[in-house]
């Protein structure tokens, strides 16, 4: 799974999202009814049956089983999302104002942490889900879509992706600045574990 990939679905995904909304000051109905319907929706098969969803993983050319369920996962999770905050990465957002106090961020360290360790699909699903609904579901549409797509790391599996967007994530949530390249997925938990203590 790429980085680029990814970039590519999560364009798709905010086009996707956009389209869905309504927006009274440009004449857009949008689909309030398909928003609604995945919102309802209690795990990433349930998303699967939404045709909504479906309309997005054919617009991002899903290839099989693990892309058509991370699709679904970042429809089901935008589904929350009411208004996108293009200016403000996902991770900042959440992060303490100070970040010598974690008491000052919107998701608290312990639930940041709980957020980190998600690897399974419905586990994702309710964690960011939860994560937007924190925010007033007012967030970075096209980089919540991508750092979704890559989280989940179901049965186990490594993946060097969804490592590097957690340690991206770390780093933004702490606004300690930029990682440092590709770090080898060994660095990657220590890395996770040092900013975090």
């Known amino acids: ?8 679905v999560a364009s798709k995904a905010r086009s996707w999202w956009r389209a869905l909304q309504p927006d009274p000051a440009r004449g857009e109905p949008g689909d309030r009814a398909a928003l ?3 919102r309802r929706c209690g795990s990433v098969i349930d998303v699967l049956f939404e045709p909504a969803a479906q309309s997005l993983a054919r617009s991002c ?3 099989g089983d ?3 369920a991370r699709i679904a996962l970042v429809a089901g999770v935008l589904a929350h ?7 403000l990465r996902v991770a900042r957002q959440i992060g303490p ?3 010598t106090d974690g008491a000052t961020a919107l ?7 709980r957020l980190l360790d998600m690897a399974e699909f419905d586990d994702c699903l309710r964690g960011f889900r939860r994560l937007v609904a924190l925010a007033d579901a007012e967030m970075n549409v096209r980089d919540l879509a991508e750092s979704v797509f890559l989280w989940p790391r179901p049965d186990g599996r490594d993946s ?3 490592d590097r967007v957690r340690v991206r994530w770390v780093y933004e949530y702490w606004n300690a600045g930029e990682p440092e390249g590709d770090m080898p997925s060994d660095q990657v938990h220590d890395s996770v574990e040092e900013l975090q203590s």
């Open 1 to 8: 799974m790429s980085g680029h990939h990814a970039g590519i």
């Open 36 to 38: 609604a319907k995945l």
């Open 61 to 63: 050319g899903a290839r």
């Open 66 to 68: 693990d892309e058509l």
């Open 81 to 87: 999302v009411r208004a996108d905050r293009s200016g």
């Open 97 to 99: 104002v100070d970040a």
């Open 107 to 113: 998701c608290k360290p312990v639930r940041f942490r």
């Open 160 to 162: 060097a992706a969804a």
